[in-house]
Nanobody, 125 residues
Framework: QAPLVESGGGSVQPGGSLRLSCTATADTYRRARCLAWFRQAPGKEREPVATVTPGDGSTYYADSVKGRFTVSRDNAQNAVYLQMDSLSPEDTAVYYC?????????????????WGQGTQVTVSS
């Protein structure tokens, strides 16, 4: 069973919204001190989008998504979500869920323990 499985990607027009979900195995979620969303656009490096700590729910957002995206977690469901509003073509990318055993700076990919398989988000008119 994969440690992390994303869902919810798709195509949307500019200004639209999408909600991504990521479900972890119980063991993966229990071991995670931080859960994160990253994205990778064609021809670009993978970049952090948002993180949330399962414990106290503290969050981090990349400047490019602040005020538009909201990350949340559901400890009972072993899940993390990314609500994306006011989407623009620049948000087009494959979005990856990630878990880290580190409670700080898990927006750094070197601190990621597990990656999901990715889900495509396309914003286009």
């Amino acid at each position: 069973q994969a440690p992390l499985v994303e869902s919810g990607g798709g195509s949307v027009q500019p200004g639209g919204s999408l909600r991504l979900s990521c479900t972890a195995t119980a063991d993966t979620y229990r071991r995670a001190r931080c859960l994160a969303w990253f994205r990778q656009a064609p021809g670009k490096e993978r970049e952090p989008v948002a993180t949330v700590t399962p414990g106290d729910g503290s969050t981090y957002y990349a400047d490019s998504v602040k005020g538009r995206f909201t990350v949340s977690r559901d400890n009972a469901q072993n899940a993390v979500y990314l609500q994306m509003d006011s989407l623009s073509p620049e948000d087009t990318a494959v979005y990856y869920c990630a878990s880290s055993p580190f409670g700080t700076n898990c927006h750094q990919s070197a601190r990621v323990r597990y990656w999901g398989q990715g889900t495509q988000v396309t914003v286009s008119s």
